[in-house]
Protein backbone atom coordinates (compact mmCIF):
# COMPACT_ATOMS: atom_id res chain seq x y z
CA UNK A 1 0.00 0.00 0.00
CA UNK A 2 2.67 2.40 0.94
CA UNK A 3 4.07 1.43 -2.59
CA UNK A 4 0.44 2.76 -4.26
CA UNK A 5 -0.08 5.74 -2.09
CA UNK A 6 3.63 7.07 -3.26
CA UNK A 7 3.19 6.63 -7.03
CA UNK A 8 0.06 7.95 -7.10
CA UNK A 9 1.47 11.34 -5.13
CA UNK A 10 4.62 11.22 -7.28
CA UNK A 11 2.23 11.17 -10.46
CA UNK A 12 0.02 13.57 -9.40
CA UNK A 13 2.64 16.01 -9.05
CA UNK A 14 3.73 15.99 -12.35
CA UNK A 15 0.73 16.86 -13.78
CA UNK A 16 0.74 20.33 -12.19
CA UNK A 17 4.26 20.63 -13.23
CA UNK A 18 3.39 20.25 -17.09
CA UNK A 19 4.95 23.00 -19.50
CA UNK A 20 3.45 25.59 -20.77
CA UNK A 21 6.01 25.53 -23.50
CA UNK A 22 4.69 23.87 -26.65
CA UNK A 23 8.23 22.73 -27.60
CA UNK A 24 11.21 20.79 -25.73
CA UNK A 25 10.07 18.75 -22.50
CA UNK A 26 6.12 18.71 -21.67
CA UNK A 27 3.97 16.29 -19.56
CA UNK A 28 0.70 15.12 -21.31
CA UNK A 29 -0.27 12.35 -18.71
CA UNK A 30 3.39 11.22 -19.97
CA UNK A 31 6.98 12.50 -20.44
CA UNK A 32 6.98 13.78 -24.13
CA UNK A 33 9.26 15.62 -25.82
CA UNK A 34 8.13 18.45 -28.77
CA UNK A 35 10.88 18.61 -31.53
CA UNK A 36 8.13 21.00 -33.59
CA UNK A 37 5.11 20.71 -35.67
CA UNK A 38 3.91 17.07 -35.52
CA UNK A 39 7.19 16.05 -34.41
CA UNK A 40 6.88 13.83 -31.14
CA UNK A 41 8.55 11.47 -28.79
CA UNK A 42 6.72 10.05 -25.51
CA UNK A 43 8.22 8.17 -23.17
CA UNK A 44 6.41 5.21 -21.69
CA UNK A 45 6.86 2.28 -19.22
CA UNK A 46 4.48 -0.13 -17.93
CA UNK A 47 4.97 -2.26 -14.34
CA UNK A 48 3.02 -4.89 -13.21
CA UNK A 49 3.63 -6.65 -10.22
CA UNK A 50 1.25 -10.13 -9.12
CA UNK A 51 0.50 -11.45 -5.95
CA UNK A 52 -1.14 -14.95 -6.22
CA UNK A 53 -2.70 -17.86 -4.30
CA UNK A 54 -3.61 -21.38 -5.46
CA UNK A 55 -6.18 -24.24 -4.03
CA UNK A 56 -5.00 -26.93 -3.96
CA UNK A 57 -1.71 -25.55 -3.68
CA UNK A 58 0.89 -26.16 -7.24
CA UNK A 59 4.45 -25.44 -7.52
CA UNK A 60 4.40 -21.53 -8.68
CA UNK A 61 5.71 -18.37 -7.64
CA UNK A 62 3.15 -16.30 -4.87
CA UNK A 63 4.90 -13.05 -5.96
CA UNK A 64 6.07 -11.97 -9.35
CA UNK A 65 7.64 -9.37 -11.17
CA UNK A 66 5.03 -10.17 -14.31
CA UNK A 67 5.80 -7.32 -16.55
CA UNK A 68 8.31 -4.50 -17.04
CA UNK A 69 9.00 -2.35 -20.30
CA UNK A 70 9.79 0.81 -21.54
CA UNK A 71 9.14 2.15 -24.49
CA UNK A 72 8.93 5.36 -27.36
CA UNK A 73 6.07 6.09 -29.48
CA UNK A 74 5.31 9.39 -31.45
CA UNK A 75 4.96 11.22 -34.52
CA UNK A 76 7.23 11.89 -37.86
CA UNK A 77 5.19 14.37 -39.16
CA UNK A 78 1.70 14.37 -39.81
CA UNK A 79 1.74 11.34 -42.04
CA UNK A 80 3.87 8.75 -40.20
CA UNK A 81 4.02 7.43 -36.51
CA UNK A 82 6.10 5.11 -34.58
CA UNK A 83 6.38 2.74 -31.23
CA UNK A 84 9.19 1.14 -29.94
CA UNK A 85 8.77 -1.33 -27.07
CA UNK A 86 11.12 -3.82 -25.10
CA UNK A 87 10.78 -5.61 -21.97
CA UNK A 88 12.68 -5.80 -18.83
CA UNK A 89 13.94 -8.91 -17.28
CA UNK A 90 13.67 -9.92 -13.88
CA UNK A 91 17.61 -8.74 -13.31
CA UNK A 92 17.30 -5.48 -14.98
CA UNK A 93 18.81 -6.80 -18.24
CA UNK A 94 17.08 -6.03 -21.50
CA UNK A 95 14.29 -8.65 -22.71
CA UNK A 96 12.43 -9.35 -25.78
CA UNK A 97 11.08 -6.75 -27.85
CA UNK A 98 7.55 -6.32 -28.34
CA UNK A 99 5.98 -3.58 -31.22
CA UNK A 100 8.85 -1.94 -33.09
CA UNK A 101 6.95 -0.32 -36.13
CA UNK A 102 6.19 2.35 -38.34
CA UNK A 103 3.14 3.29 -39.72
CA UNK A 104 1.89 5.61 -42.07
CA UNK A 105 -1.06 7.24 -41.73
CA UNK A 106 -1.94 9.77 -43.99
CA UNK A 107 -5.48 8.57 -45.70
CA UNK A 108 -7.93 6.99 -43.29
CA UNK A 109 -9.15 4.60 -46.23
CA UNK A 110 -5.68 3.12 -46.68
CA UNK A 111 -2.51 2.77 -43.95
CA UNK A 112 -0.28 1.13 -43.67
CA UNK A 113 2.25 -0.62 -40.83
CA UNK A 114 5.66 -2.51 -40.94
CA UNK A 115 7.64 -4.04 -38.35
CA UNK A 116 6.52 -6.24 -35.68
CA UNK A 117 3.33 -5.69 -33.90
CA UNK A 118 -0.19 -7.62 -33.24
CA UNK A 119 -1.38 -9.97 -36.07
CA UNK A 120 -5.48 -8.14 -36.98
CA UNK A 121 -6.69 -11.60 -34.99
CA UNK A 122 -8.43 -11.34 -32.15
CA UNK A 123 -10.06 -8.52 -30.06
CA UNK A 124 -9.08 -9.31 -26.68
CA UNK A 125 -5.13 -10.17 -28.25
CA UNK A 126 -5.08 -7.01 -29.73
CA UNK A 127 -6.33 -5.10 -26.23
CA UNK A 128 -2.95 -4.51 -24.84
CA UNK A 129 -1.94 -5.43 -21.06
CA UNK A 130 -2.74 -2.59 -19.38
CA UNK A 131 -6.18 -1.90 -20.46
CA UNK A 132 -7.66 -5.77 -20.59
CA UNK A 133 -10.73 -6.51 -17.94
CA UNK A 134 -9.21 -9.15 -16.28
CA UNK A 135 -5.35 -9.92 -15.46
CA UNK A 136 -5.38 -13.00 -17.97
CA UNK A 137 -6.36 -13.04 -21.05
CA UNK A 138 -8.84 -15.52 -22.22
CA UNK A 139 -7.46 -19.19 -23.19
CA UNK A 140 -8.65 -18.97 -26.50
CA UNK A 141 -6.94 -15.37 -27.15
CA UNK A 142 -3.50 -16.62 -25.14
CA UNK A 143 -3.45 -19.91 -27.38
CA UNK A 144 -5.62 -19.86 -30.52
CA UNK A 145 -4.99 -15.91 -31.41
CA UNK A 146 -1.09 -15.45 -33.12
CA UNK A 147 -0.26 -12.23 -31.13
CA UNK A 148 2.83 -10.30 -32.20
CA UNK A 149 4.94 -10.94 -35.31
CA UNK A 150 7.01 -9.25 -38.04
CA UNK A 151 5.14 -8.16 -40.96
CA UNK A 152 3.42 -5.78 -43.14
CA UNK A 153 0.04 -4.81 -42.71
CA UNK A 154 -2.73 -2.10 -44.69
CA UNK A 155 -5.37 -1.04 -43.02
CA UNK A 156 -7.97 1.36 -43.11
CA UNK A 157 -11.96 2.23 -43.02
CA UNK A 158 -14.75 1.93 -46.06
CA UNK A 159 -17.70 3.39 -44.85
CA UNK A 160 -19.09 1.65 -41.91
CA UNK A 161 -16.29 -0.87 -42.29
CA UNK A 162 -12.81 -1.31 -40.95
CA UNK A 163 -10.07 -3.82 -42.80
CA UNK A 164 -6.86 -5.33 -41.83
CA UNK A 165 -4.90 -7.64 -43.94
CA UNK A 166 -1.04 -8.18 -43.72
CA UNK A 167 1.45 -10.90 -44.68
CA UNK A 168 3.85 -11.94 -41.78
CA UNK A 169 7.06 -13.91 -41.75
CA UNK A 170 6.46 -16.57 -38.88
CA UNK A 171 2.79 -17.10 -37.48
CA UNK A 172 2.72 -15.07 -34.05
CA UNK A 173 4.19 -15.26 -30.70
CA UNK A 174 1.65 -17.72 -29.77
CA UNK A 175 1.76 -20.08 -32.70
CA UNK A 176 5.64 -20.12 -32.93
CA UNK A 177 7.65 -23.63 -32.26
CA UNK A 178 8.20 -24.65 -28.78
CA UNK A 179 9.60 -27.57 -29.53
CA UNK A 180 13.97 -28.28 -29.92
CA UNK A 181 14.94 -29.04 -33.52
CA UNK A 182 17.84 -31.19 -34.67
CA UNK A 183 19.00 -30.68 -37.98
CA UNK A 184 22.38 -31.59 -39.87
CA UNK A 185 25.37 -29.26 -39.40
CA UNK A 186 24.57 -26.33 -42.26
CA UNK A 187 20.78 -27.08 -42.16
CA UNK A 188 18.37 -23.89 -41.31
CA UNK A 189 15.75 -24.86 -38.71
CA UNK A 190 12.55 -25.14 -39.88
CA UNK A 191 9.70 -22.40 -38.79
CA UNK A 192 6.04 -21.66 -39.56
CA UNK A 193 5.32 -19.21 -41.98
CA UNK A 194 4.49 -17.79 -43.82
CA UNK A 195 1.50 -16.34 -42.61
CA UNK A 196 -1.53 -14.27 -43.81
CA UNK A 197 -4.35 -12.57 -42.01
CA UNK A 198 -7.10 -10.43 -42.33
CA UNK A 199 -9.85 -9.18 -40.21
CA UNK A 200 -12.81 -7.00 -40.86
CA UNK A 201 -15.16 -4.74 -38.00
CA UNK A 202 -17.87 -2.85 -37.94
CA UNK A 203 -20.57 -1.04 -36.03
CA UNK A 204 -22.85 -2.45 -38.42
CA UNK A 205 -26.41 -1.73 -37.01
CA UNK A 206 -25.89 1.99 -37.37
CA UNK A 207 -27.59 0.51 -41.00
CA UNK A 208 -30.63 -1.01 -39.15
CA UNK A 209 -33.60 0.72 -37.81
CA UNK A 210 -32.43 -0.02 -33.92
CA UNK A 211 -32.26 2.03 -30.90
CA UNK A 212 -29.44 4.27 -30.72
CA UNK A 213 -27.99 2.75 -27.45
CA UNK A 214 -27.98 -0.61 -29.90
CA UNK A 215 -25.91 0.90 -32.41
CA UNK A 216 -22.30 1.32 -31.27
CA UNK A 217 -22.00 -2.60 -31.29
CA UNK A 218 -19.50 -3.68 -33.52
CA UNK A 219 -19.15 -6.93 -34.49
CA UNK A 220 -16.08 -8.58 -36.86
CA UNK A 221 -14.61 -11.58 -38.42
CA UNK A 222 -11.05 -12.86 -38.72
CA UNK A 223 -9.14 -15.55 -40.49
CA UNK A 224 -5.51 -16.67 -40.69
CA UNK A 225 -3.37 -19.13 -42.74
CA UNK A 226 0.38 -20.41 -42.54
CA UNK A 227 2.69 -23.94 -43.44
CA UNK A 228 3.38 -25.76 -40.47
CA UNK A 229 6.60 -28.19 -40.35
CA UNK A 230 6.75 -31.47 -39.37
CA UNK A 231 7.17 -32.36 -36.12
CA UNK A 232 5.42 -31.85 -32.38
CA UNK A 233 4.64 -28.26 -33.79
CA UNK A 234 1.54 -28.03 -33.36
CA UNK A 235 -0.98 -25.80 -30.46
CA UNK A 236 -1.06 -26.80 -27.17
CA UNK A 237 -3.47 -26.17 -24.26
CA UNK A 238 -2.11 -24.64 -21.09
CA UNK A 239 -3.98 -24.05 -18.05
CA UNK A 240 -4.59 -20.55 -17.23
CA UNK A 241 -1.44 -19.97 -15.45
CA UNK A 242 0.24 -21.76 -17.98
CA UNK A 243 1.86 -23.66 -15.10
CA UNK A 244 0.77 -27.19 -16.65
CA UNK A 245 -0.40 -28.70 -20.24
CA UNK A 246 -3.79 -30.15 -20.72
CA UNK A 247 -3.43 -30.98 -23.96
CA UNK A 248 -0.06 -32.29 -24.76
CA UNK A 249 1.27 -31.14 -28.76
CA UNK A 250 0.93 -33.17 -31.63
CA UNK A 251 2.60 -34.09 -34.78
CA UNK A 252 1.39 -32.12 -37.55
CA UNK A 253 2.06 -31.05 -41.16
CA UNK A 254 0.25 -28.98 -43.57
CA UNK A 255 -1.69 -25.89 -43.45
CA UNK A 256 -2.53 -24.27 -40.14
CA UNK A 257 -5.95 -21.93 -40.25
CA UNK A 258 -7.69 -19.59 -37.76
CA UNK A 259 -11.49 -18.83 -37.78
CA UNK A 260 -12.38 -15.85 -35.47
CA UNK A 261 -15.47 -13.94 -34.40
CA UNK A 262 -15.93 -10.47 -32.01
CA UNK A 263 -18.15 -8.40 -30.49
CA UNK A 264 -18.10 -5.79 -28.34
CA UNK A 265 -20.44 -3.09 -27.00
CA UNK A 266 -20.04 -0.35 -24.86
CA UNK A 267 -22.74 1.91 -23.57
CA UNK A 268 -22.41 3.56 -20.70
CA UNK A 269 -20.08 2.63 -18.01
CA UNK A 270 -20.95 -1.01 -18.80
CA UNK A 271 -19.37 -2.95 -21.03
CA UNK A 272 -20.32 -6.38 -23.23
CA UNK A 273 -17.63 -8.70 -25.14
CA UNK A 274 -17.41 -12.21 -26.46
CA UNK A 275 -15.54 -13.99 -28.92
CA UNK A 276 -15.00 -17.31 -30.47
CA UNK A 277 -12.52 -19.12 -32.53
CA UNK A 278 -10.78 -22.43 -34.52
CA UNK A 279 -7.64 -23.09 -35.54
CA UNK A 280 -7.28 -26.53 -37.91
CA UNK A 281 -4.37 -27.58 -38.29
CA UNK A 282 -3.15 -30.34 -40.87
CA UNK A 283 -1.49 -33.87 -39.74
CA UNK A 284 0.05 -34.85 -43.30
CA UNK A 285 1.72 -38.27 -43.43
CA UNK A 286 1.88 -38.12 -39.67
CA UNK A 287 0.51 -42.18 -38.97
CA UNK A 288 2.84 -44.59 -38.31
CA UNK A 289 2.20 -45.85 -41.54
CA UNK A 290 3.36 -42.23 -42.88
CA UNK A 291 -1.02 -41.86 -43.62
CA UNK A 292 -2.65 -38.37 -43.63
CA UNK A 293 -4.13 -38.20 -39.81
CA UNK A 294 -7.19 -36.16 -39.09
CA UNK A 295 -6.81 -32.51 -38.36
CA UNK A 296 -6.30 -31.02 -35.22
CA UNK A 297 -8.84 -28.75 -33.63
CA UNK A 298 -8.77 -26.42 -30.71
CA UNK A 299 -11.89 -24.09 -30.40
CA UNK A 300 -12.12 -21.92 -28.14
CA UNK A 301 -14.60 -19.07 -27.03
CA UNK A 302 -15.45 -16.59 -23.74
CA UNK A 303 -18.18 -14.18 -22.99
CA UNK A 304 -17.48 -11.18 -20.24
CA UNK A 305 -19.27 -8.39 -18.66
CA UNK A 306 -17.96 -5.13 -16.59
CA UNK A 307 -19.79 -2.31 -15.18
CA UNK A 308 -17.84 0.71 -13.62
CA UNK A 309 -19.81 1.27 -10.51
CA UNK A 310 -18.41 5.14 -10.44
CA UNK A 311 -20.35 5.91 -13.45
CA UNK A 312 -17.60 6.27 -15.73
CA UNK A 313 -17.71 5.68 -19.30
CA UNK A 314 -16.14 2.17 -20.58
CA UNK A 315 -15.32 3.54 -24.41
CA UNK A 316 -12.19 5.04 -25.48
CA UNK A 317 -9.42 5.63 -22.78
CA UNK A 318 -10.74 5.34 -19.19
CA UNK A 319 -10.26 7.71 -16.71
CA UNK A 320 -11.46 8.65 -13.14
CA UNK A 321 -14.27 11.41 -12.62
CA UNK A 322 -12.64 11.87 -9.33
CA UNK A 323 -9.75 10.44 -8.65
CA UNK A 324 -8.09 10.14 -5.15
CA UNK A 325 -6.81 13.17 -3.30
CA UNK A 326 -9.35 14.82 -5.51
CA UNK A 327 -12.40 14.36 -4.18
CA UNK A 328 -12.89 11.07 -4.89
CA UNK A 329 -12.05 7.52 -4.52
CA UNK A 330 -10.94 6.72 -8.28
CA UNK A 331 -12.94 4.48 -10.61
CA UNK A 332 -13.96 1.46 -9.22
CA UNK A 333 -15.16 -1.45 -12.14
CA UNK A 334 -17.26 -4.98 -11.21
CA UNK A 335 -16.24 -7.76 -14.07
CA UNK A 336 -16.71 -11.70 -14.84
CA UNK A 337 -15.75 -13.93 -17.69
CA UNK A 338 -16.48 -17.36 -18.46
CA UNK A 339 -14.38 -19.13 -20.83
CA UNK A 340 -13.51 -22.35 -22.52
CA UNK A 341 -10.95 -24.01 -24.91
CA UNK A 342 -10.61 -27.71 -25.71
CA UNK A 343 -8.59 -29.37 -28.56
CA UNK A 344 -9.68 -32.36 -30.14
CA UNK A 345 -8.85 -34.55 -33.45
CA UNK A 346 -11.50 -34.44 -36.35
CA UNK A 347 -11.53 -38.32 -36.34
CA UNK A 348 -14.45 -38.98 -33.58
CA UNK A 349 -15.42 -42.73 -34.21
CA UNK A 350 -13.33 -45.69 -33.05
CA UNK A 351 -10.98 -45.79 -29.45
CA UNK A 352 -9.31 -42.42 -28.17
CA UNK A 353 -6.02 -42.28 -27.77
CA UNK A 354 -3.39 -39.63 -26.38
CA UNK A 355 -0.56 -40.65 -28.71
CA UNK A 356 0.06 -37.84 -30.63
CA UNK A 357 -0.35 -39.81 -33.78
CA UNK A 358 -3.41 -41.14 -33.22
CA UNK A 359 -6.42 -40.23 -35.89
CA UNK A 360 -8.61 -39.93 -32.66
CA UNK A 361 -7.10 -37.79 -29.63
CA UNK A 362 -8.59 -38.15 -26.78
CA UNK A 363 -10.03 -34.34 -25.93
CA UNK A 364 -9.37 -32.12 -23.15
CA UNK A 365 -11.03 -28.82 -22.21
CA UNK A 366 -11.01 -26.24 -19.15
CA UNK A 367 -13.70 -23.83 -18.63
CA UNK A 368 -12.78 -21.21 -16.47
CA UNK A 369 -14.75 -18.52 -14.45
CA UNK A 370 -13.16 -15.11 -13.73
CA UNK A 371 -14.40 -12.47 -11.36
CA UNK A 372 -12.75 -9.18 -10.96
CA UNK A 373 -12.54 -6.22 -9.01
CA UNK A 374 -10.61 -3.25 -10.90
CA UNK A 375 -10.18 -0.35 -8.47
CA UNK A 376 -8.24 2.80 -10.60
CA UNK A 377 -6.93 6.17 -7.89
CA UNK A 378 -6.05 8.13 -10.49
CA UNK A 379 -5.28 7.50 -14.70
CA UNK A 380 -1.67 6.12 -14.28
CA UNK A 381 -2.27 3.35 -11.61
CA UNK A 382 -4.66 0.12 -11.24
CA UNK A 383 -5.17 -2.14 -8.94
CA UNK A 384 -6.34 -5.76 -10.12
CA UNK A 385 -8.37 -8.23 -7.95
CA UNK A 386 -9.07 -11.68 -9.60
CA UNK A 387 -10.84 -14.76 -8.60
CA UNK A 388 -9.61 -17.41 -10.68
CA UNK A 389 -11.95 -20.90 -11.04
CA UNK A 390 -10.46 -23.57 -13.18
CA UNK A 391 -12.48 -26.88 -13.88
CA UNK A 392 -10.74 -29.58 -16.31
CA UNK A 393 -12.95 -32.31 -18.55
CA UNK A 394 -10.08 -34.70 -17.98
CA UNK A 395 -8.52 -34.71 -14.13
CA UNK A 396 -5.76 -37.15 -14.78
CA UNK A 397 -4.43 -34.37 -17.64
CA UNK A 398 -4.36 -31.12 -15.13
CA UNK A 399 -1.88 -29.44 -13.22
CA UNK A 400 -2.18 -32.18 -10.39
CA UNK A 401 -2.89 -35.33 -12.22
CA UNK A 402 -6.36 -36.22 -9.86
CA UNK A 403 -7.51 -33.12 -8.94
CA UNK A 404 -10.39 -31.80 -11.90
CA UNK A 405 -10.92 -28.18 -10.09
CA UNK A 406 -9.09 -25.25 -8.99
CA UNK A 407 -9.37 -22.05 -7.49
CA UNK A 408 -6.44 -19.72 -8.02
CA UNK A 409 -6.60 -15.49 -6.59
CA UNK A 410 -4.40 -12.64 -7.13
CA UNK A 411 -3.73 -9.24 -6.69
CA UNK A 412 -2.24 -7.18 -9.52
CA UNK A 413 -0.34 -3.63 -8.97
CA UNK A 414 -0.30 -1.81 -12.29
CA UNK A 415 1.49 1.49 -12.85
CA UNK A 416 1.27 2.95 -16.60
CA UNK A 417 2.43 6.08 -18.43
Do not use: C
Not at 29 to 34: C, E
Not at 391 to 406: H, I, N, Q
Request: proline fraction near 5%; glycine fraction near 10%; hydrophobic fraction near 40%.
Amino acid sequence: MRTILLTMLVLGAATRAAAQDPRGLVWDNRPKLVFGDDITLEIRAKLQLDWRRFDPEIDEEVYDFRTARVGLKGDLTRHFDYEIERAIDQDGKFGDWKDVYLNWSTFDVLRVKAGRFKMPFGLEQNTGTTDLDFANRSLASSTIAPARDRGVMAYGEVGRLGYEAGVFDDDGDNGELKEPQFVDTGDDPAHVGPSYAARLTGELLRALPVPRRFQSASFGVAYTNAAVPEGLNSLRGESAWGTANFFDPVYVKGRRQRFGAQFEWTPGPTGLKAEWMQSREQRLGQSNRNEDLSDLIATGWYVSGTWFVTGESKGGNVSPRRPLFQGGVGAIELGARYDQLELRSAATTGTAFTNPRADFLLPNSDQVWTLGVNWMPNRWVRVITNAIHEEFADKARSPEPGTASYWSGLVRLQVVF
